[in-house]
């Protein structure tokens, strides 16, 4: 099928990027992202750049160069579907809130919406590609909705799931490590293959069956997410032995069997996909009664949580068992750096603990609101809105959050975290004055020269 009109149904993190960058690729192609959120689509068509909904770097630059020429941001869904010869479904998969598979299973109903949406106003045609992260066999799901509906509409269905990390999403899709499509007519894989081939290599498009595809999303997770849980679980015991998870890390990377990459380690993951996508196959694995395959995935989880109360315990600890009444300021609210998402971020759940101690709370994040971290916080529903608000201070400058501190907590890795006046900060801060690098920026040496009680993951 030749390809002159995509839909993308879904303006997220990934929607928005991946939509972007194929427009950039594929200046004959016309991709129109929807959404039903409307003040989501309105920031994506905002003459600001600095108000797109999502922060990436070179992000801005793409939709600059390709909006209103072959981009296009709209809440027209039906219309640009049914203009559209491939559909992508980019919608939310998150871990179900109610009924069966609560706190395990990825909530498919937005996804299922979108194949009724696409099944009612389709009049031509189609090849929907599952570009959501979705549970092996979702494509059996969506086949059925499509080919029930009493139309001679044909629909292919394919599953490309998407690689990118935040915060180097578009590096990532410019240069992928491999695209992946999953499907049953090769003329449909042919037909999304073109599209990438524009600039991917042709050797690192991968073509596998719909199952395999859908399943290798939620491994490549799964081994992503192991390898921090692999090294947050050596960290604890560095900091008994005295070793140093840097110097272990860097021994087992030069491993070429290992590799370096991914063993830095933290307060513990966070993001919209880890958990969620580990939960979704811990869920898979029991439903098929593999009890020994959930267990051993649930463990990754359940070293994280490990991971991320461990911090908040040794700060108390350290501040002599208590810190009620007590600033604790924060750099970074963000699950990493150079994004300015926070689901599931590690700071959210560190300072909800430090919280219920009664900490005061001061945070300083480069991107991120006031507003997103009261209500990441009141989501938890630990506390009421108005004690969040009393508690919780959001500061746009760093130096300010940490004036009168009794301990500044690194929750975020932003590079200019590492560029502060450390020896100004020391001076406006209560003393013994204490740094909990939960990230490993800074270093000890000159941490503990200027005066600060300095402590770190995994030393
Ligand atoms: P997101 O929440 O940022 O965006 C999803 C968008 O879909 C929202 O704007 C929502 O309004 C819209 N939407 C939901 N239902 C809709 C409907 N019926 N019609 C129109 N719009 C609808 O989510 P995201 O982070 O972009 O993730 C999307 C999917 O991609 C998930 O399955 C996720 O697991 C997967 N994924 C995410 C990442 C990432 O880095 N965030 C990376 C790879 C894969
Ligand atoms: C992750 C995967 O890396 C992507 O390939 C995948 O597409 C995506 O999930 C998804 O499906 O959503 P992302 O969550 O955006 O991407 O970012 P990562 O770089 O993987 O970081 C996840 C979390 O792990 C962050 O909190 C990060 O700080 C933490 N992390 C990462 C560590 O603690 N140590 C590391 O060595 C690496």
Not at 99 to 107: C, I
Not at 112 to 124: G, K, P, Q, S
Not at 355 to 377: G, R, T, W
Request: glycine share 6%; charged share 25%; with cysteine.
């Amino acid at each position: 099928m030749n390809i002159n009109n995509i839909c993308c149904i879904g303006a997220g993190y990934v929607g928005g990027p991946t939509m972007a960058v194929i427009a950039k690729m594929n200046p004959d192609i016309n991709v129109t992202i929807v959404d039903i959120n409307t003040d989501r689509i309105a920031a994506w068509n905002d003459k600001d750049l600095s108000k797109l909904p999502i922060y990436e770097p070179g992000l801005a630059e793409i939709v600059e160069e390709t909006r209103g020429k072959n981009l296009f941001f709209s809440t027209e869904i039906d219309k640009s579907i049914d203009a559209s010869e491939m559909i992508f479904i980019s919608v939310n998969t998150p871990t179900k809130t109610y009924g069966k598979g609560k706190g395990m299973a990825a909530d498919l109903k937005f996804v299922e919406l979108c194949a009724r949406n696409i099944a009612e106003v389709a009049t031509t045609d189609k090849i929907v590609v599952e570009k959501s992260t979705l549970p092996v066999r979702t494509a059996q799901a969506i086949k059925s909705i499509l080919v029930n509906t009493g139309s001679d509409v044909n629909f292919q269905i394919l599953s490309n799931p998407e690689f990118l990390a935040e915060g180097t999403a578009v590096q990532d899709l410019l240069n992928p490590d491999r695209v992946l499509i999953g499907g049953e007519s090769d003329d449909a894989i042919e037909s999304l293959a073109k599209i990438y081939a524009s600039w991917v290599p042709q050797e690192k498009i991968l073509r596998t069956n719909v199952w395999s595809s859908e399943l290798s999303k939620l491994t490549a997770n799964a081994f992503l997410a192991q390898r921090i849980s692999s090294i947050n679980a050596i960290s604890e015991l560095c900091e008994h032995t005295e070793a140093s998870v840097s110097e272990v890390a860097r021994a087992i990377g030069m491993d070429s069997r290992i590799g370096p990459k991914f063993l830095n380690a933290s307060i513990g993951f966070g993001g919209s996909c880890f958990q969620k996508d580990i939960l979704n196959l811990v869920y898979i694995a029991r439903s098929y009664n593999l009890n020994a395959v959930a267990d051993y995935w649930e463990q990754v989880i359940i070293l994280n949580d490990h991971q991320k109360r461990r911090f908040s315990d040794k700060l108390i600890s350290t501040l002599y068992n208590t810190v009620s009444g007590k600033k604790i300021g924060m750099l970074g609210w963000a699950f990493k750096k150079d994004t300015n998402d926070t689901r599931e971020s590690a700071a959210i759940y560190v300072a909800d603990h430090l919280l219920s101690e009664q900490a005061n709370i001061a945070v300083y994040d480069p991107k991120v609101s006031k507003s997103k971290m009261q209500s990441d916080l009141n989501y938890l529903n630990t506390r009421s809105k108005e004690e969040n608000e009393a508690l919780v201070k959001t500061y746009d400058e760093p130096y300010k959050a940490l004036q009168d501190a009794h301990a500044v907590a690194i929750m975020t890795e932003w590079d200019e975290f590492k560029t502060y006046d450390w020896k100004q900060i020391f001076d406006s801060m209560k003393k013994p004055a204490f740094i909990f690098d939960g990230r490993n920026i800074l270093d000890k040496n000159d941490m503990t020269k200027i005066g600060f009680e300095y402590s770190s993951i995994g030393h």
